[in-house]
């Protein structure tokens, strides 16, 4: 039985376009998988806990070597990994903050990042556990930072992004991009029209590319 894992990380409520669009994949998704299972978390609105000197203490620790307080040090990480493991398809919901990634979202990085967990070293160097999956990010921004344009070398998420995910294994990484909001904010643009073709991606990228974008 297939398992979505359904992240969202903005702080904004149904205002969100990120949100709308990870809800409207999830649809789908499940609409194409009737007997899969949706595990959805809202970090934009239920943040996880920062790392603290005893998440680092007991990350680096023999598991069997753990006090009862390091291993509650864990209790977040652990639950939060063990949804990584169970799922085979992620969609996460990243809209971009000053660059990069909400904080709430680098929260749940340093929590899943995990030396023995989520990748380990060896003589040849770093290898990622968490393979085979594949990682949709729909983001979005006020103005636009794609490649070949003005603002390129301000988009600190992408490759971030990318980064850290190859590093713990996910390699199958595909974003859909809602960019240049500031032009409906302001009125320059019908939302709906412009959002019509994104639509079209997030439910081809959920496996149901002969629904209409507004099903």
């Known amino acids: ?51 603290n000197e005893p998440w680092i203490e007991a990350s680096f620790s023999p598991p069997d070597g753990l006090t009862p307080e ?34 709430a979202f680098k ?22 556990l968490l393979k085979g999956k594949k990682v949709i990010i729909i983001t979005s921004s006020g103005s636009v930072f794609r490649k070949g344009t003005p603002l390129e070398s301000l988009n600190h998420q992408e490759p971030w992004l990318r980064t850290v995910l190859g590093f713990i294994g996910l390699t199958e990484v595909d974003f859909i991009v809602a960019d240049g909001l500031n032009d409906i904010n302001f009125g320059k643009v019908d939302r709906e029209q412009y959002l019509s073709a994104i639509r079209l991606k997030v439910l081809e990228r959920a496996g149901w590319p002969q629904l209409s974008a507004r099903e």
């Open 1 to 51: 039985m297939p398992i979505l894992l359904h992240l969202d990380s903005s702080a904004r409520g149904e205002r969100s376009i990120s949100r709308q669009l990870t809800r409207e994949f999830a649809d789908a998704w499940k609409k194409v998988n009737p007997a899969g299972s949706i595990i959805y978390r809202d970090l934009g609105h239920n943040p996880v806990s920062l790392v």
């Open 70 to 103: 390091l291993k509650s040090a864990l209790t977040v990480s652990d639950e939060l990994i063990s949804e990584l493991e169970k799922a085979d398809h992620y969609v996460f919901g990243v809209p971009m903050y000053n660059f990069s990634a909400p904080a």
């Open 107 to 128: 929260a749940y990085i340093d929590q899943i990042v995990r030396v023995g967990r989520t990748f380990n070293f060896s003589a040849s160097g770093s290898e990622g």
